[in-house]
């Protein structure tokens, strides 16, 4: 069985400032881990997706996050926020590859950011 | 690339009617999947197609739901003596082989 626990349902943080987005993992067998951003109104976009390729994943608009085996972690970063990052993100685990393919989801984190 | 439309991206009903949900994957996609959000959560996996043919369906998928994907495009998904239980939105996903997918804007139900 798989699942996701993101912490925090809502993050603030200031323009600039760092961000973290923490995302623990359950699974028995090697995970695919994928971070999705949703903005209001909006359909998921995938931001990264770790496929043990690499730990450490780049994604678009400048987020990464870093796949942990021993913490079962894969916490999403942005060393700057912008304004723009203001949005729900979410953490998801696959047994497969696909992006979309039976996608067991967190429950989300609503980062705020602040001018 | 017109992406993944969803249609109506509104519906309200009342409880014990149905209801029907239409997505446009991008044309050239083979596989399409249904997930379902409610407030709060992050969605839930509910049925995938490969073309026409529905290989997977979630234990979510009540027998009150059936989803369809004539000739391998548009796909439907149905919702039968609806409760408020279903209230939720409804987001369909679109790929090429296991390539990234793409998500709709979804369909918000609320059934009063």
């Known amino acids: 069985a798989q699942s996701v626990t993101q912490l925090g349902s809502h993050v603030s943080v200031s323009e600039g400032a760092l961000v973290l987005l923490r995302c623990n993992y359950s699974?028995?067998?090697?995970?695919?881990l994928f971070w999705y951003v949703q903005y209001p109104n909006q359909g998921l976009q995938l931001l990264l997706k770790?496929?043990?390729?690499?730990?450490l994943v780049k994604g678009i608009n400048g987020f990464e996050a870093e796949f942990k085996k021993s913490e079962t972690s894969f916490h999403l970063t942005k060393p700057s926020a912008h304004m723009s990052d203001a949005a729900e993100y979410f953490c998801?685990?696959?047994?497969?590859?696909?992006?979309?393919?039976?996608?067991?989801f967190g429950s989300g984190t609503r980062l705020l950011v602040r001018p | 690339d017109t992406g993944v439309s969803q249609d109506p991206r509104h519906k309200i009903t009342k409880r014990g009617q149905n209801v029907t949900f239409r997505c446009d994957p991008i044309?050239?996609?083979?596989?399409l999947y249904w997930y379902r959000q409610t407030l709060g959560q992050g969605p839930e996996f509910l049925t995938y197609?490969?073309?026409?043919?529905?290989?997977?369906k979630s234990r979510l998928l009540s027998d009150r739901f059936s989803a369809e994907r004539p000739k391998g495009s548009f796909s439907t998904l149905e919702i039968q003596r609806t409760e408020q239980g279903d209230s939720a939105m409804y987001l369909c996903?679109?790929?090429?082989?296991?390539?990234?997918?793409?998500f709709g804007p979804g369909t918000r139900l609320t059934v009063t």
């Open positions: 996903a679109s790929s090429l082989d296991s390539g990234t997918g793409n």
């Open positions: 699974s028995s067998v090697p995970p695919y």
């Open positions: 770790y496929t043990s390729a690499a730990t």
């Open positions: 998801a685990v696959s047994d497969r590859e696909d992006s979309s393919y039976k996608l067991i």
């Open positions: 044309s050239e996609h083979n596989r």
């Open positions: 197609f490969q073309n026409e043919a529905q290989l997977e």
